[in-house]
């Protein structure tokens, strides 16, 4: 079947300018990430979306960014304000959730955001 | 702090020899240890985790409790075996969200 989707796959903007990064999860997984990779770095955490509680935001790094998620499919990220140092490639993963361990994330391409 | 370190960037072999790619972690709990990899042009994929104790592609890692390292091992390389490595962690079942902590990747570079 259809893996995880993300779009667009490329991303440029100027800086100051808001953008949306939108991901399509695996259908019927419940559980929703979102990681960022910037360059030579490992990938961070941003926000977990699982089903309908309430999600965990604690790796956004600032006010600028938040997430939503239409009940258990589409998620969309949101950059307001965009800075140079937000150009990364920001990475989505949906997993089944609800097991007796971890989950197995299946991720999508990823979105690269390059900020002007 | 959570951490998971990878301290080699690069590791490059000749196909034939054995591979080791090293990961070492901090964690308060009894963490779950993955391996991801990435081949060239393709999405971040699944490789194996500790929970599993099965050997994937003849990859295998052990995971030690005492020194905290769950290294990944390979006996003969091969050049397919070229790519980006990931070593993560996760508070495993009953950890808040079952998000993964990353290192920062090891390229594996397989010389014919």
């Known amino acids: 079947g259809a893996g995880v989707s993300q779009s667009p796959s490329n991303k440029v903007t100027e800086k100051g300018k808001d953008v949306e990064l939108r991901c399509d999860p695996i259908s019927g997984h419940t559980a929703l990430y979102w990681y960022r990779q910037r360059l030579g770095q490992g990938l961070e955490f941003l926000i977990y979306?699982?089903?309908?509680?309430?999600?965990?935001k604690s790796g956004l790094p600032s006010d600028r960014f938040s997430a939503e998620r239409t009940g258990e499919s589409v998620s969309t990220l949101t950059i307001q304000r965009t800075q140079q140092e937000d150009s990364a490639v920001y990475l989505c993963?949906?997993?089944?959730?609800?097991?007796?361990?971890?989950?197995?994330?299946?991720f999508g391409p990823g979105t690269r955001l390059t900020v002007l | 702090a959570q951490r998971v370190t990878q301290p080699e960037k690069l590791l490059s072999v000749f196909k034939g020899a054995p591979v080791e790619l090293k990961c070492n972690y901090s964690?308060?709990?009894?963490?779950?240890l993955f391996w991801y990899v990435q081949y060239s042009r393709q999405r971040l994929q699944l490789l194996l985790r500790h929970i599993s104790r099965e050997s994937i592609k003849g990859f295998t890692a052990d995971l030690n409790k005492g020194e905290t390292s769950f290294h990944l091992k390979k006996p003969f390389a091969q050049e397919e075996d070229s790519a980006m490595y990931y070593c993560?962690?996760?508070?495993?079942?009953?950890?808040?969200?079952?998000?993964?902590?990353f290192g920062t990747g090891t390229l594996l570079a397989v010389q014919p």
């Open positions: 993560a962690l996760s508070g495993g079942y009953g950890g808040a969200t079952n998000k993964l902590i």
């Open positions: 964690y308060s709990g009894s963490p779950e």
């Open positions: 993963a949906s997993s089944i959730a609800g097991g007796y361990s971890t989950d197995t994330q299946y």
């Open positions: 979306f699982q089903g309908n509680s309430a999600p965990d």
